[in-house]
């Protein structure tokens, strides 16, 4: 009786598998969506056929907004592999291929991690894509001073957290 149970606890790790393919298929639809908000910048705020500043911003928004999306695929991408190698089975193909690579996790600290600093990233690029949204705004150079300080603390934060 108790080896049917520790059997039946053992193979419910397997219900992780939900997470991974439905992390993988997030993290292919984000690229994707990625890549048409690039193709759609390029098409249509190409500063070959408008010239104007606001072109150009609208330009530097969609391109901003695809690494976005590329970057929490990544995250997704990452957290797909993480889990499959931590509860289901280590990949063999890529035991064979590379010896190291960011998709390879040991524990979860490291997949904790490796997510960690991606989704800071994240929140990165989406902090410059609202000041981009807001840089018409700027009317006084106290706006760029806070805009300057504000880089100057983020560039701090992640100095502090890839520090070793």
Partial sequence: MSKKLEKLLWNVRYITLL???LSIISSFTLIVLGSW?????VIFYNPLFDDSISSNNDLLFKLI??????????????????????FVSEIDFANA?????TL???DLDQLK????KVIIIVLIVKFFEKVLMFS???SSPTDLLY??????SICLGYYLINRK
């Fill in 19 to 21: 997470a991974v393919i």
């Fill in 37 to 41: 908000n690039i193709i759609e910048a």
């Fill in 65 to 86: 907004s695809a690494i976005d999306l590329f970057l929490i695929g990544i995250v997704l991408l990452i957290f797909g592999f993480g889990i499959y190698e931590l």
């Fill in 97 to 101: 291929k590379f010896s190291e690579s």
């Fill in 104 to 106: 390879k996790i040991r």
């Fill in 113 to 116: 991690n490796k997510i960690i």
């Fill in 136 to 138: 018409e705004n700027f």
């Fill in 147 to 152: 805009f300057g300080l504000a880089i100057l």
